[in-house]
């Protein structure tokens, strides 16, 4: 069971929330690099990873990167609707993260958080019970 890559879930919705946390994660990582300059600019590489970790009674998903991370005073923002870290000129609506958080918390009676430091990274951790 411990390798197992099976999650409990809505298919469709779990999907659609790796998926949101996938996008984020690398256009996190662009933005780092276009806030560097010079040499640094030119040496960044972004990073995403994707883990999944089974355990006896819950599936963890980690998603990291490498990218600009989230500022102090936006953290309790993340999943809130409509509030959104994108530039006007991408497509941020500001809903996917409070989406994302939904369906994992109320259809899916999961936990979801993020660790993260600005210019360094950020990981979101998802956790969601077997059956």
């Known amino acids: 069971m411990g390798d197992s ?10 999907m659609e ?7 984020n994660s690398y256009e996190a990582a662009l933005d780092r690099k276009n806030k560097l300059e010079g040499e640094e600019k030119y040496a960044f590489r972004p990073i995403v990873k994707l883990k999944l970790i089974q355990e006896p ?6 998603i990291s990167d490498n990218g600009i991370g989230i500022r102090e005073e936006d953290k309790h923002k993340i999943f809130a609707p409509f509030f959104t870290t994108k530039s006007s000129y991408k497509s941020g ?4 993260m409070y989406v994302v958080g939904r369906i994992v918390k109320e259809n899916h ?7 993260t430091a600005y210019m360094q990274g ?10």
């Open 122 to 131: 950020t990981k979101f951790i998802v956790e969601l019970p077997k059956k």
């Open 57 to 62: 009674t819950l599936s963890r998903i980690e």
């Open 17 to 23: 929330s790796i998926y949101n946390l996938v996008d």
């Open 109 to 115: 009676k999961g936990k979801i958080w993020f660790e």
């Open 93 to 96: 609506t500001g809903i996917g």
């Open 5 to 14: 890559d099976l999650i409990y879930g809505v298919k469709s919705q779990i």
